[in-house]
């Protein structure tokens, strides 16, 4: 199964060193949805920023960069599927 890593990332990186193993882009892309949403959820912001300064960037085991998104583009709610 494929290693995505999720970096949390504004004028700084925050680093996912381990990785999650996922089956596909598709599912990652929902596991990046849920984190964001589960960061959003506990605190107002990271590192004395609101959490509108800061992007979710994915990456896949060879380091490439598959997808980013804004943390401003997350909808607030209970987090429910697509």
């Known amino acids: 199964m494929p290693i995505y890593y999720f970096h949390i990332r504004n004028t700084d990186t925050l ?3 381990e990785g999650t193993n ?3 882009e598709k599912a990652a892309r929902a596991h990046a949805d ?3 949403r589960e960061l ?3 605190s107002d912001g990271m590192l004395d920023e609101d959490w509108s300064a ?3 960037a994915v990456h ?3 380091g ?3 997808f980013s998104f804004p943390f401003a583009g997350i909808k ?3 987090g429910g599927g697509d």
């Open 34 to 36: 849920g984190v964001a």
């Open 76 to 78: 607030s709610g209970d």
């Open 22 to 24: 996922l089956v596909d």
């Open 15 to 17: 680093a996912d060193t």
């Open 54 to 56: 800061w992007f979710m």
């Open 64 to 66: 490439r960069e598959l």
């Open 40 to 42: 959003m959820f506990r």
């Open 60 to 62: 896949d085991e060879d």
